[in-house]
């Protein structure tokens, strides 16, 4: 049986079928990664799919060929995070379409919910669009610097000084 680092050898030489028996050899350990951050068989199964393929093209890239398990499993994990960052930003968006539109499952929007959205418009504009990169579209504190151009810092401060102003709002309307 030869190593993992003979197999990378091989498929960067040109046997397309070594990639496949790295496949066999490290499916069951990838798909436990996906599964344990995604919690969803199917999703898990897609997710660690991704992974092959991206290994697969980036292979060229692996410094050590016997770091192969860790080194897809790392790149499975990555993705898993992300389809479960897209679902949940498909849900926020789901949600937020539908407070938006004044619906709910009995046709009227939950007055919090309603409290909430209000409070969040009144925020001052360079707060609210932090507030919604994080709280809706489900993005760190790093990723909305990059969107913004903004210093992390800067962003930690304004979402802090928000959810402040936010709860004391929301305290001072439901008294």
Known sequence: MKSDSELVKAFLAGDRQAYGRLFERHERS???V???????RDAAQDAAQDAFVKGYRKLDGLRRGAAFGSWIRRIARREAIQMGRRSRHRQNVER????ASGA???????????????AVMRLPKHERA???LHYFDDHPAK???EITGQRVGTVTVRLSRA?????????????
């Open 30 to 32: 990838v798909l436990a």
């Open 34 to 40: 996906t599964m344990s951050v995604l919690g969803n």
């Open 96 to 99: 937020l379409a539908t407070q």
């Open 104 to 118: 709910s499952n009995d046709g009227s929007i939950d007055e919090a919910n309603r409290r909430l959205l209000d």
């Open 130 to 132: 932090v507030v919604m």
């Open 143 to 145: 990723r909305i610097s």
């Open 163 to 175: 959810r402040a102003r936010l709860q004391k709002w929301l305290k001072e309307s439901s008294t």
